[in-house]
T-cell receptor, first 116, second 113 residues
């Protein structure tokens, strides 16, 4: 089945630093990938839609300059949390849509970000 | 995307069938019903989806009412590993960027010995 790999699974960083999270589709090409954020005991909230070769589309209330998204190839999208603050600590999850196929979205296993 | 309503929590004894309901009374004719589950600290896992016919795969069965306003996910023989939050989502299938999933609060299924 379709596999989406997310790296790292867990990261701790200091306030003011930037953190990059990678999302890879391992056995299929993904024109579109989605980034979600999840706070403890809450549901997933869509942050942005990542499109290969074009600018990402951000949901209302999500700062595009703080959460930089790059989707440079059909198998890789990255999310960079810039100038991280403790309130950015969360569980970040990506998902990928297989190009030209009727299969559903598949999700990575998430990245636990802790900003100290 | 149509809104869904699920009970916040359910319990099920191990080995018994778990029946998880979902109401989607405003579903449109071109919207599918998708089910995902999320085990603690993991990404959501796809389970099954359907349009109007009942569906079955190796994980579960999906029963959709004739008017499509509700559905039930059935785990035929629940195990402790099925303890998770189950999300019912309706959306138009495979329309590129519109394929984003909007998650509700889901049903927290607790499977017990």
């Amino acid at each position: 089945g379709a596999v989406v790999s997310q790296h790292p699974s867990r990261v701790i960083c200091k306030s003011g630093t930037s953190v990059k999270i990678e999302c890879r589709s391992l056995d299929f090409q993904a024109t579109t990938m989605f980034w979600y954020r999840q706070f403890p005991k809450k549901s997933l909230m869509l942050m942005a839609t990542s499109n290969e070769g074009s600018k990402a589309t951000y949901e209302q209330g999500v700062e595009k300059d703080k959460f930089l998204i790059n989707h440079a190839s059909l198998t890789l999208s990255t999310l960079t949390v810039t100038s991280a603050h403790p309130e950015d600590s969360s569980f970040y999850i990506c998902s990928a849509l297989r190009t030209g196929n009727g299969s559903p979205l598949h999700f990575g296993n998430g990245t636990r970000l802790t900003v100290t | 995307d149509a809104k869904t309503t699920q009970p916040p929590s359910m319990d099920c004894a191990e080995g018994r069938a778990a029946n998880l309901p979902c109401n989607h009374s405003t579903i449109s004719g071109n919207e599918y019903v998708y089910w995902y589950r999320q085990i603690h600290s993991q990404g959501p896992q796809y389970i099954i989806h359907g349009l109007k016919n009942n569906e079955t795969n190796e994980m579960a069965s999906l029963i959709i009412t004739e008017d499509r306003k509700s559905s039930t996910l059935i785990l035929p023989h629940a195990t402790l590993r099925d303890t998770a939050v189950y999300y019912c989502i309706v959306r138009v299938r495979d329309t590129g960027t519109a394929s984003k999933l909007t998650f509700g609060t889901g049903t927290r299924l607790q499977v017990t010995l």
